[in-house]
């Protein structure tokens, strides 16, 4: 696919939420960033009803390209975008996602400078009021603040905001499709194993519309735990030895609630989190166990007629 210079293919996989996508196609739509010089792709991952009529709505407002393919998670749907990108730069974000109009700017700013790097942007929780959301944007900000101490040798960003060189991209193989959960952790520890280096720039924004109850909250963090222990376990192929819980980021996950609420929803928030890692755990214990039973299966020798 030839490139265009400085182009950013905007990638947006998404799966059965088409009202949340509207809104962020909306929002790219608000972009301060000349027209011909990004495109989207948005990537059905398998959803109940087609989202043509959809995407036919911003036809004329954005350049933009629907792919379709079988349910198969968020990481093959991206590599799908990535396969027809015509954009020198990948920016990846997500369905329920709303970047800034001056997003791309950001990007393109630190771009000039460090053109071969990762870059992530900060993002911001745009559901205040629910507890799931604040609870989840929390870790998240924990992570960040634990992983990117320094801006220019970062480590971890999520997925729903990180832009890359295309070239980089595609040598490294894309995101790893066999990952539902914790494919940007292990894009983001392959990309470093590789060479190349991550910046931090807080200033490129997008609002997360996590909108979570009780039962998807513990539902997306017991699959984070499943993700977790794949994630580690492949690390130990790169050498980085056996997983060891990080006491350091845990510390700083129970404390930071006392830092930025008040009242009752310091408790409600507390409470939250120590949920959040119950199902963490008992997601990768589960994962464990699949994997032991999987060994053991493939281990049984036939019986002798």
Known sequence: MEQKKNLFSIIVPTYNRPKQLVICLQSLTRLDYPRDQFEVIVIDDGSDTSLQPVVDCFSNHLDLTLLNQIHAGPAAARNMGAERAKGVFLAFTDDDCIPAPDWLQKLAKHFTEVPEHAIGGRVLNAL??????????????????????????ARF??????????GPFHAIGGFDPTFRTAEDREFCDRWQHHGFQMTYVP???????????????????????????????KRTQYGAGRFRPDLKFYRRLF??????????????????????????????FREWLGQIKKKQGGNISPKRV
């Open 157 to 166: 960003f999520a997925s729903n905001n990180l832009a890359v060189p295309a």
């Open 255 to 284: 404390f930071i609630p006392f830092m930025q609420e008040r009242g009752i929803r310091v408790l409600r928030v507390t409470i939250l989190l120590m949920i959040s890692q119950i199902a963490n755990a008992l997601g990768l």
């Open 203 to 233: 200033e490129a924004l997008i609002y997360h519309s996590n909108a979570l109850n009780f039962r998807s909250f513990w539902r997306q963090h017991f699959n984070y735990g499943r993700g977790a222990y794949r994630y580690h376990q």
């Open 128 to 153: 205040s009021k629910n507890p799931y959301a604040t609870t989840s944007q929390i870790i998240v900000d924990v992570a960040y603040v634990h992983y990117n101490v320094n801006p220019n040798l």
